[in-house]
């Protein structure tokens, strides 16, 4: 807070206005205010006026002025959060047959999805329990395109190695990856049962994070029955609040997911 250096010069609105960044006049004018019915300043030529040689007054003007910067620096974070329904209807469906999303006032899925990619300037987050080569055909050119841009591709999914399930689509895409400049990361998020039927944990998310900053969250299975033939419902949301979902993806991957080489 910039004050007159000489504690005979006396501070008034103009004066701490002036000689503050975070300060304007109505606050001043506040301030002041106050600082005349607690005694701490005087009228002098027709504006209040105080002297600043009372420690006590020094101690509240510097408090008063923290106080508006914190909300001032609150202001300025809070920032637009964006949420768009995104759905998928089942083209099989003859109650469906002449409906799209946009009638619902929704996109389809993955345009949504390519939507993500395309704008992604440094990374994309992709976890899914299920993965096809048929269903990925929607969304393979959106992450070809991101990684020939260098933007990084972290994938996180369940039973990845040879013949299991997923591995086809996730061979696809490191046969995608090869030479470009984004770097592709996979990871197996699977631990098995004694037994072998279910496992003791794995993941059931379905996310596309673009640069921590917004996300597709939704039923749909990155599958051809997710993208076309089931009923699926998703949002993409747009909000600093983002961030949470990436952090537990990262806390996956740094913990336990089994890292994937092609």
């Known amino acids: 807070m910039a004050t007159h250096d000489t504690r005979d010069s006396p501070l008034t609105v103009e004066t701490l206005v002036d000689g503050t960044e975070s300060i304007d006049r109505s606050l001043a004018t506040s301030i002041f205010e106050f600082l005349l019915s607690k005694g701490y300043a005087s009228e ?11 420690p006590d007054c020094l101690e509240l003007l510097i408090a008063t002025r923290t106080a508006h910067q914190v909300i001032e ?16 209807l089942p083209e099989n469906d ?38 096809e080569i048929e269903g990925m055909e929607w969304l393979l050119p959106g992450l070809e395109g991101a990684l020939e841009r260098g933007v990084d591709l972290t994938l996180v999914s369940r039973e990845l190695r040879s013949q299991q399930p997923n591995h086809a689509a996730v061979q696809e895409l490191f046969n995608i990856a090869a030479g ?6 996979v990871y197996d998020y699977y631990e098995p049962d004694p037994d072998d039927q279910y496992p003791e944990y794995t993941l059931h998310s379905k996310l596309l994070i673009a640069d921590r900053s917004a996300a597709y969250v ?3 299975n990155f599958t051809k029955y997710g993208f076309a033939e089931n009923l699926e419902i998703g949002v993409v ?21 089994v890292r994937v080489e092609c």
């Open 237 to 257: 949301v747009e909000a600093p609040a983002v961030r949470a979902l990436y952090s537990v993806v990262a806390h996956l991957v740094a913990n336990s997911g």
């Open 73 to 88: 620096q609150s202001r300025a974070g809070t920032e637009p959060i964006g949420v768009e329904f995104v759905c998928t």
């Open 94 to 131: 003859p109650g469906f047959e002449h409906l799209d999303p946009v009638d619902f006032d929704m996109q389809q899925i993955t345009t949504r999805l390519l939507t993500l990619c395309r704008n992604a300037s440094e990374e994309l987050v992709l976890t899914s329990p299920f993965l």
């Open 218 to 220: 939704g039923s749909a």
């Open 44 to 54: 002098e030529n027709g504006s209040a006026a105080i002297h600043v040689d009372s």
């Open 180 to 185: 470009l400049p984004g770097q592709l990361e």
